[in-house]
């Protein structure tokens, strides 16, 4: 998974609880992203951060907050807002934001709230 | 309406078999076209990186193509083994990236 790590793998939340999501990378990566993936779905962007302590809102931002205040680590918060929280969610970084660049992604979290 | 379609959703195949997996698109303008591999519960993996001039790109039993006329790829699988069972993605990059729905693959003994 190239030097990237979601925690948990498995996360379980009741409805109106605020949950965070851990993503590491230790690939001197300056980008960073949050992808939600859905069944029969393409991989939708949540956040991407281009650099410390600046982050963008993505595709679907609404309910979710980030924060980059590490150059190796990017959580995301998923907060009682976001209407249907239960997703496969992936971190992902690349070397530059730049659409050149690979993005290497990491294992995923499976959140379900109920 | 998705700007990158893949066909077919799901497909299976006998160990030892090819197949193609197609994508299409509507992106523009295009900068490049990825396939991506995902066993079921982890992150994807890129298989191959495709150039607006590259029309093939081989990584090992994996060969794509591209035709960048009728905003087309394809992913051909040969001799496939059990461990490709997984879900084939595509990606196309213009002013942003966007993804397929993947095509998920099982192959059986």
């Known amino acids: 998974d190239g030097g990237i790590t979601q925690s948990p793998k498995y996360l379980f939340r009741k409805e109106g609880q605020n949950v965070t999501l851990s993503c590491e990378q230790n690939l001197n990566h300056d980008a960073m992203y949050w992808y939600r993936q859905d069944p029969g779905q393409g991989l939708r962007l949540i956040y991407y951060s281009q650099i410390v302590n600046d982050f963008q809102k993505g595709d679907i931002a609404e309910g979710y907050s980030v924060s980059r205040e590490k150059k190796e680590s990017f959580p995301l918060t998923v907060t009682s807002a976001q209407k249907n929280p239960t997703a496969f969610y992936l971190c992902?970084?690349?070397?530059?934001?730049?659409?050149?660049?690979?993005?290497?992604f990491g294992p995923g979290t499976r959140l379900t709230v109920t | 309406k998705n700007q990158v379609e893949q066909s077919p959703q799901s497909l299976i195949i006998l160990e030892g078999k090819n197949c193609t997996l197609q994508?299409?698109?509507?992106?523009?303008?295009?900068?490049?076209l990825r396939w991506y591999k995902q066993d079921t519960g982890r992150g994807p993996v890129s298989l191959t990186i495709m150039t607006f001039s590259e029309n093939t790109k081989s990584n090992g039993r994996y060969t794509a193509t591209l035709d960048a006329d009728t905003k087309q790829s394809s992913l051909h699988i040969t001799a496939s083994q059990l461990s490709d069972s997984a879900s084939y993605i595509c990606v196309v990059s213009g002013d942003d990236m966007r993804f397929g729905a993947g095509t998920r693959l099982t192959v059986k003994p």
């Open positions: 992902a970084s690349s070397i530059d934001r730049g659409l050149t660049y690979e993005q290497y």
């Open positions: 994508c299409n698109y509507t992106v523009s303008p295009f900068s490049n």
